[in-house]
């Protein structure tokens, strides 16, 4: 009689020490599968357009050399990456009979000097008979206009001359500008045209880049000179600083496709053109309520929502999104500033339990 009290008051203690193991267990259970929440916030942000281009020069610093006359491609003077100035010889064409053209119209012009000072002379030998009654008055007109002709022969002969000259100018190419060479499409021995169909090599001016952008009306619309704008550069790690300097005032007629330049700070060594570049500019801002990025997820219907933290529990809110702000997410509609999501929504089922991390 005696040990089964203490058998039963055993049997208690053990089975309430069991019971209170248990309900910690659960109690730690709950609190592992509660999720943590973060409120939306409101917060000032900027309207950006985010366009693509290529690194560029200005239009007007950058050139294709052609040859202006046809022929045969004597010499080229530089090479790729050389820098050149205005003026200095670039490459030099076989000018062929052009320079038999120019030895020989100068020859005439000589010719031709030489019989007008015999016309002069004979004139002025007329006119002193003339005037002293030896010679007749004929005997002057007739000198005076064989002058007169001879005077209007070294003029045409002199023009055909100069032209002669200028045609054996031209085989000489001179750089337009100052700048670096950026590409050589002709070798000597290949024949050219005369024409920009043919030209010899390209020529840019790399001291003042910008970037060339091509977009849809509705960006373009949103652009104005001066406005900021942040570009990412293909090779380089940090994004550089930039302001629109021109936005095209037409569309392509075709694409319906704009056009518009920003100007990058100069910077050695210069960026090689034709690299890509991504713009973010700045035409506006305005407030928002953000949240994580994280927080936002798909469903099937090609709709976005999140998590409410409802009571204690996760709720499915439908949202429409707009910027993405680096780790946080605008949300144009369907939620309010203040209110607690789940800060990370993939994966987690409606109604599980939500609170704040420790």
């Given at each position: ?320 999104t707009g910027a993405h702000l680096g780790d946080v997410t ?29």
């Open positions: 009689m005696y040990l089964r009290p203490s058998f039963a008051f055993v049997w208690l203690a053990l089975g309430a020490g069991c019971g209170g193991a248990a309900q910690t267990a659960e109690e730690e259970g709950s609190s592992a599968l509660t999720v943590p929440c973060v409120a939306a916030e409101s917060r000032h942000v900027e309207d950006t357009r985010e366009v693509t281009g290529v690194v560029d020069t200005p239009p007007d610093r950058r050139a294709m050399v052609a040859a202006e006359i046809a022929g045969r491609v004597r010499s080229i003077a530089v090479r790729e990456g050389d820098v050149v100035v205005a003026g200095q010889l670039l490459a030099e064409v076989d000018p062929g009979a052009a320079t038999d053209a120019s030895s020989v119209s100068r020859a005439h012009v000589v010719e031709i000097t030489f019989a007008v000072d015999q016309a002069r002379a004979t004139r002025d030998r007329a006119q002193q008979l003339v005037s002293r009654g030896i010679a007749a008055r004929h005997e002057l007109d007739d000198a005076s206009s064989r002058f007169a002709e001879l005077g209007a022969t070294l003029a045409a002969a002199r023009a055909t001359a100069h032209e002669a000259s200028r045609v054996v100018g031209r085989t000489r190419v001179l750089a337009p500008l100052d700048g670096v060479v950026v590409r050589v499409m002709r070798h000597p021995g290949e024949t050219v045209d005369g024409t920009p169909n043919t030209p010899l090599l390209e020529i840019a001016d790399t001291r003042t880049l910008e970037v060339a952008l091509s977009m849809a009306a509705r960006d373009l619309l949103a652009l104005r000179v001066g406005q900021l704008a942040h570009v990412a550069v293909d090779g380089l790690d940090a994004p550089l600083e930039a302001a629109v300097v021109r936005v095209s005032p037409a569309l392509d007629p075709v694409s319906g496709i704009g056009a518009a330049r920003l100007a990058l700070p100069a910077r050695e060594p210069a960026l090689p053109l034709g690299l890509a570049a991504h713009a973010s500019i700045v035409v506006g801002a305005h407030d928002a309520i953000v949240v994580p990025s994280a927080a936002i997820r798909g469903r099937r219907d090609g709709a976005n929502e999140v998590l409410v933290c409802d009571h204690g529990a996760a709720r499915a809110q439908e949202v429409t605008e949300v144009r509609a369907g939620l309010q500033g203040g209110t607690r999501v789940v800060a990370h929504a993939l994966g987690i089922d409606e109604g599980t339990a939500t609170g704040t991390p420790r």
